[in-house]
Nanobody
Framework: VQLVESGGGLVQPGGSLRLSCAASGFTFSSYAMTWVRQAPGKQRELVAI???????NYADSVKGRFTISRDNAKNTVYLQMNSLKPEDTAVYYC?????????????WGQGTQVTVSS
């Protein structure tokens, strides 16, 4: 199983980035996919989730600015981030999750750094 994030980097406040997470080794279309971020000294925060059926949900802090989407043909999930703020600075992790046989199965990527600074 592999989850490989890409697309992070340094961007000015108000700018945009699109993160990608390419998945392999499991049945991607059957899993919910999430983006989770962790800023220095803070706990991990769930940013966005997209279900296997395409339903989405967002943290209040990113609603209206971030959009999660998935392409099951490419086994890839995306996070479009617009109107970025310095407080969005964090390592962003891709997560695949599924409830199977009475327990949650979770896979994680290695993370990609997003820095919002002028």
């Amino acid at each position: 199983v592999q989850l490989v994030e890409s697309g992070g980097g340094l961007v000015q406040p108000g700018g945009s980035l699109r993160l990608s997470c390419a998945a392999s080794g499991f049945t991607f279309s059957s899993y919910a996919m999430t983006w989770v971020r962790q800023a220095p000294g803070k706990q991990r925060e769930l940013v966005a989730i997209i279900g296997s059926g395409g339903s989405t949900n967002y943290a209040d802090s990113v609603k209206g600015r971030f959009t999660i989407s998935r392409d099951n043909a490419k086994n890839t999930v995306y996070l479009q981030m617009n109107s970025l703020k310095p407080e969005d600075t964090a390592v962003y992790y891709c997560n695949a999750k599924s409830y199977y046989d009475g327990s949650w199965v979770n896979y994680w990527g290695q993370g990609t750094q997003v820095t919002v600074s002028s």
